[in-house]
């Protein structure tokens, strides 16, 4: 037998390993009630993985391309009639948190740059509130580290479920909303071929008309372009598909990561969370400004504008009584306007570099 041969099965047998690692990480993760589990997960495993054994692992690019265009359908798909119905009542104190919140960002990284050995791009995307898995696609097609910048996403996303028990004591809710509309399960065949189908459309629109990022942005816009024109076509697919391309996305910026890295982190650790915590602090300050504007209870604007995982904060209306429709339209259009953002915001961080 060649020792080609052996390769592959020794290539094989590392594979394995690392979908069992990710597999249990993520249901380790889920259990202990952490954020996106499947998606840091990933992150993690192929850390350790890359770092202690196998430097050269790759996912391959057909596998790359198929998750991110899965995670612009399952983002996309959210932008319902039903939520520009339920931002459209408070259109202009939604619109201009939203350009709060992007102009912290865009304030926050250049300081945090000046704090740290980050550069800019990396500092920016890094502190991008929402849509993780989709920030750390755009940022590493913006020319930023995407393994920082996944860092980054998942120490944002922590730090705020950590002090959500704590804003839901300050600020209890007053009234009882219902469920998202558009959240519960439908047929699990149909929204596989949903996804399927937006997914191939979409590549091949982002692939055309060569936005930035068009392998996850296309698809995204395809999604959505669905589920506003033909709802009852835009089934939600199982939630193993998510997991999947989320885990695929972890991993493929995970098994990038070296020793350098890790030193980087480590050095940026204090400053990254100082940040962190001025981001949250300030989103507090636009949910109570947005609070005092529109007359809602400050906890259902909190949780409208805090910079936590979207599922993480629907949970936390749910379960603390809040106006889960307002809380999550306003996540899910803030998420969407963040990514679809992005690409100008990385063209002028391009810009401001080079002059």
């Known amino acids: 037998m060649s020792a ?4 592959c099965r020794a290539r094989a047998g590392e594979w394995a390993l690392v979908v069992t690692a990710t597999i249990g990480a993520a249901l380790g993760m889920d259990a202990a009630g952490l954020p996106s589990a499947a998606l840091f997960a990933g992150l993690a495993v192929g850390l350790v993985f890359s770092v202690l054994r196998h430097p050269d692992l790759a996912i391959p690019t057909p596998v790359n391309l198929g998750a991110y265009a899965v995670t612009g359908v399952l983002t996309g798909q959210l932008m319902t009639i039903d939520v520009l119905r339920s931002v459209s009542t408070d259109w ?3 619109l201009c948190s939203l350009l709060c919140t992007l102009t912290l960002t865009v304030v926050g990284g250049p300081t945090l740059e000046r704090m740290t050995a980050l550069d800019r791009p990396t500092s920016v995307f890094g502190l991008i509130a929402g849509g993780a898995a989709g920030v750390i696609v755009i940022s590493d097609a913006a020319g930023a580290d995407a393994r920082l910048v996944a860092v980054m996403q998942y120490l944002r996303v922590l730090v705020v479920m950590v002090c959500m028990p704590l804003v839901v004591i300050v600020a209890p809710a007053t009234s009882s909303g219902p469920a998202l509309p558009g959240t519960a399960g439908g047929d699990p065949a149909a929204g596989l071929l949903f996804v399927l189908g937006a997914s ?5 629109f982002g692939w055309l008309s060569r936005i930035p990022a068009g392998s996850l942005l296309g698809p995204l816009l395809v999604a959505a372009a669905v589920a506003l024109a033909l709802p009852e076509v835009a089934h939600p697919p199982p939630t193993f598909v998510q997991d999947v ?3 695929v996305i972890g991993l493929q910026v995970g098994l990038r990561f070296n020793r350098k890295h890790l030193l980087l982190v480590a050095r940026a650790l204090w400053a990254i969370t100082l940040m962190i915590a001025a981001l949250l602090v300030s989103c507090g300050a636009l949910g109570a400004g947005m609070a005092a504007w529109t007359g809602r209870p400050l ?10 995982g979207l599922y993480a904060v629907l949970a936390a209306a749910i379960e603390t009584g809040a106006d889960v429709p307002f809380v999550g339209s306003v ?3 803030r998420l969407i ?6 690409p100008l ?3 002028y961080l391009n810009r401001a570099r080079t002059t």
């Open 345 to 347: 915001l990385a063209a």
């Open 299 to 308: 906890l259902d604007c909190y949780l409208a504008t805090t910079p936590g």
């Open 337 to 342: 306007a963040v990514l679809v953002a992005a």
């Open 4 to 7: 080609s041969w052996f390769g």
């Open 200 to 204: 191939v459309v979409g590549l091949v």
């Open 331 to 333: 996540q899910v259009f």
């Open 92 to 94: 202009l104190p939604v």
């Open 245 to 247: 391309a989320f885990a």
